[in-house]
């Protein structure tokens, strides 16, 4: 490696070796590490302890079918549901529990179902099946046809053939869409650190010492580099925390995911995060105060915004809107995931969108970096972005 490119690499190092030092130190971060982990922990784990499972009670008068409350348990969507069977000495009382809400459902003699206002329309459906097999044994015995007969005749219908959804494309489809929610999440979050930490510095005078040493550029790229490894460290520590608590409760199943989807996430999160967070930086280089700063990164904030409210729609099936701007610069980053893992992205429309991208964030970094070296300087206001890029000396 040549002098200049191991100086350059070294001054960038240093920078984003202090950002993520005095980051990660910060009480701001660590308080806001642990307060998520405890939701996220907490949103998966409290609700296991309590009793979520479903449990009905049917009232009966006379003898009910045979394996009535069998057969509510094993069709009832809930696989820990239970059934009470209770026995009522009339039909007047058991109407008046019905309607009381004393039991959720009533049957009469086997095949009279009492319905009530809060009785469940899959309860309603399980019993009602129940009473007309009661029903049509009674009548077949009326009509003396013999068990096989009656057998035969239900038994009879059409052949189907299902066809299983593809579950590990959409546990890839979730974990793409997780992914561009964190990337649009971590944007704003550590974008407007970047932000804020670009006027603080500008406004304190300490920039001016910094950049004694280290070129603006390398200055930019230091503090791009440091924030990201710090948001992607956030992350993952909730990721893990989320799966270690996934697994802890029972019920929660962790989607299968390859590794290539995983590959995809984070390629896109580099490339969406380092184009966003040098806009962010430009952005607080060209003011001189934190309310000046919001307003100068909300052109790039609204971009942001409509990419993943975009993206947000691809689940609803590929379009020609979604097939344009995954490909485009900056919507990429948050619209390419969701396609590409759902295998409505052709090879080369990816191979385009990266290439596309890498060359917006290159520019980004090379042309946002001069005016942030323009911008750096300047006090008494808000700065134009074209005479910082003119009057910059790098």
Not at 217 to 234: E, F, P, S, W
Request: charged share 15%; net charge negative.
């Amino acid at each position: 490696m040549r002098g200049g490119d191991a100086g350059a690499m070294r001054s960038i190092r240093l920078v984003a070796r202090r950002e993520f030092t005095e980051r990660v130190s910060s009480r701001a971060y660590q308080l806001s590490t642990l307060i998520t982990i405890l939701l996220v922990g907490g949103l998966l784990i409290i609700p296991s302890l309590f009793d979520n499972s479903t449990h009905y009670t049917v009232g009966v008068v006379g003898d009910p079918p045979e394996g009535l409350a069998a057969g509510i348990e094993a069709g009832s969507s809930d696989p820990e549901t239970t059934v009470t069977i209770q026995h009522v000495t009339d039909a007047d009382a058991l109407r008046t529990a019905v309607e009381e809400g004393e039991v959720d459902i009533g049957m009469i003699d086997g095949i009279t179902v009492v319905i009530g206002p809060e009785t469940y329309a899959e309860l309603n459906g399980l019993v009602m099946a129940a009473a007309g097999s009661q029903a049509l044994l009674e009548t077949a015995a009326r009509l003396d046809i013999d068990q096989q007969t009656l057998t035969d005749l239900l038994s009879s219908g059409p052949n189907v053939e299902e066809i299983e959804p593809d579950d590990d494309e959409f546990a890839r489809s979730v974990l793409a869409f997780i992914g561009t929610l964190v990337l649009f999440v971590s944007i704003v979050t550590y974008g407007q650190w970047v932000l804020q930490g670009v006027v603080e510095e500008k406004t304190s005078r300490v920039v001016e010492v910094v950049l004694g040493a280290v070129m603006p550029r390398h200055l930019l790229a230091g503090k791009v580099l440091g924030i990201g490894a710090l948001g992607l460290v956030q992350v993952l520590v909730i990721a893990v925390t989320g799966f270690v608590a996934a697994r802890m409760v029972d019920g929660i199943d962790i989607p299968q995911i390859t590794i290539a989807t995983v590959a995809t996430v984070v390629c896109w999160f580099v490339l969406g995060f380092a184009f966003y967070a040098s806009g962010y930086a430009v952005a607080g280089s060209l003011v001189s105060n934190s309310e000046d700063a919001q307003n100068a990164s909300f052109p790039l904030t609204m971009v942001l915004m409509i990419g993943y409210f975009v993206a947000s729609s691809a689940f609803g099936g590929d379009n020609p809107v979604l097939r344009v701007l995954s490909i485009i610069p900056p919507f990429s980053p948050l619209v390419m995931p969701l396609r590409q893992v759902s295998g409505n992205a052709a090879g080369w429309e990816v191979a385009l969108s990266v290439a596309l991208m890498t060359a917006a964030t290159a520019a980004m970094l090379r042309i946002g970096g001069r005016v942030y070296a323009g911008g750096l300087l300047r006090s008494g206001g808000r700065s134009k972005a074209r005479e910082a890029f003119r009057g910059a000396e790098i």
